[in-house]
């Protein structure tokens, strides 16, 4: 790690590619470094640079906010940067990020030098070609994933042998309101369609619901251990794909090991870098492209609130609008936002009249289509304010509708 030097910005490899061993040894050095400058998508498993009392030597800046971060930012040690996941590959190649050192971890390389990034190429790929030097944990374990997803030998100034598996992540069983959504959504979803979720108990919720379809396909930025279910069950097979038929393709990967032993070596899954799976253009082209994403908060207008609550940052801009526009234009395509009516407690309802103070809106009431809660869908593509809020109080949670009503009639929104 004597490659870093103070003032530098590091790029650390994200989500279950996290190179932890790298980065625990970068975290080692903070009494002889200064305003190093840490930049990352969400990573799994601890965040060693992010602990209190380091901010002289290291800064994180979010480009996704994890869990491990998520105090760091709230209380000022680390940044957020508000992005588009397509956007990022763009800004490191084009020095707008410039990048000194990226710390990845990869492969050991085939008989052609090349070791694969694994489970996540997103936007490794590009800091691997932009940085000054790159370090990495050479990784036997480490799933060798197709596509686009390669880098030479011979771009790595420092390799570090190790053996273990990529970070895992359990996602646990969903509650009956993520079941219902899931039901909900799930009727929206036709043989031959083509589907983009993440990780979580209401994609999960979806996939368990789609036994029953026939060639389902897979354009994402991400996806986990559901996708495999479906495809050992013949239900994914990509056969009715306008892009990339036969295929899976997705950015990164987090899961179980499951997951991790099914994308290896595996001609059916094809990885790109996130200004390829997230590009408008691109998504677009797949027919009947179904985009599920979640949010915080949504407004009686239609505003999607996802990386924040409040003035507090809580996750990221990520690909949701990616997704959301790809979807829309796509032939026969749906944008769908899901989320529970109620926070877990119940107590705060998640359709809510204004949002609130300082919440930042990341996809915009022209954008939306869907809204599922475990009440049922809302249409809102191209319907009024009177529609919209008439639709949405229906799908909010029983306990909160008078209130919503009252709102929306003092706005003159409902007669």
């Given amino acids: 790690m004597r490659s870093v030097r103070s003032g530098d910005r590091v790029f650390v490899h994200g989500a279950a590619a996290h190179p932890i061993e790298l980065v625990e040894a970068l975290a080692a050095r903070a009494d002889e470094l200064e305003d190093v400058h840490i930049v990352q998508l969400h990573t799994e498993g601890p965040s060693p640079c992010a602990a209190p009392g380091l901010e002289r030597s290291f800064r994180i800046e979010a480009l996704f906010i994890g869990g491990n971060v998520r105090e760091a930012v709230q209380s000022g040690r680390a940044d957020y940067v508000p992005i588009f996941l397509s956007d990022i590959p763009y800004f490191f190649k084009s020095g707008s990020i410039p990048l000194n050192v990226a710390l990845l971890h990869v492969t050991e390389p085939d008989e052609h030098g090349y070791c694969s990034l694994g489970t996540a190429v997103d936007v490794a790929l590009a800091a691997a070609e932009s940085a000054r030097t790159v370090i990495a944990l050479v990784n036997p374990g480490m799933p060798r994933t197709l596509g686009d997803s390669f880098i030479h030998v011979d771009r790595i100034a420092h390799a570090v042998p190790i053996k273990r598996p ?13 079941q219902r959504i899931g039901d909900y959504i799930a009727e929206l979803v ?6 983009q979720l993440g990780i979580g108990a209401i994609p999960n919720a979806v996939l368990a ?9 897979i354009h994402t930025e991400m996806f986990s251990d559901g996708v495999v279910d479906l495809v050992d069950q013949g239900v994914i097979t990509g056969a009715r794909k ?3 038929r036969g295929k899976i393709v997705a950015a990164f990967v987090v899961g179980t090991e499951r997951v991790y032993r099914f994308v290896h070596n595996n001609p059916f899954v094809s990885m790109h870098p996130a200004d390829y799976t997230n590009d408008t253009s691109i998504i677009r082209r797949n027919a009947k492209m179904m985009a599920i994403n979640s949010a915080i908060e949504i407004d009686l207008t239609g505003q999607v609130v996802a990386d ?5 940052f809580y996750s990221g801009v990520g690909g949701q609008m990616d997704f959301v526009r790809g979807a829309a234009l796509s032939p026969g395509g749906r944008a769908i936002i899901a989320l529970p009516s109620t926070t877990r407690d119940g107590r705060i309802s998640r359709i809510v009249p204004v949002l609130k103070r300082g919440a930042g809106v990341v996809t915009t009431r022209a954008h939306v289509q869907y809204i599922v809660t475990e009440w049922g869908v809302a249409h809102l593509h191209g319907q009024t304010i009177r529609e919209r809020a008439h639709q949405l109080i229906r799908i909010a949670h029983p306990a909160f509708r008078e209130e919503l009503e009252s709102f929306a009639r003092g706005q003159g929104w409902l007669p």
């Avoid at 036709?190 to 589907?195: I, P, R, S």
């Avoid at 619901?209 to 396909?217: I, V």
């Avoid at 924040?308 to 507090?312: M, N, R």
């Fill in 190 to 195: 036709e043989d031959g369609a083509t589907l």
């Fill in 209 to 217: 619901r789609l036994g029953n379809r026939r060639d389902l396909g």
């Fill in 166 to 178: 990529p970070m895992t992540v359990h996602v646990p069983a969903p509650s009956e309101a993520e």
């Fill in 308 to 312: 924040s609550i409040g003035t507090q």
């Fill in 242 to 244: 306008t892009l990339h």
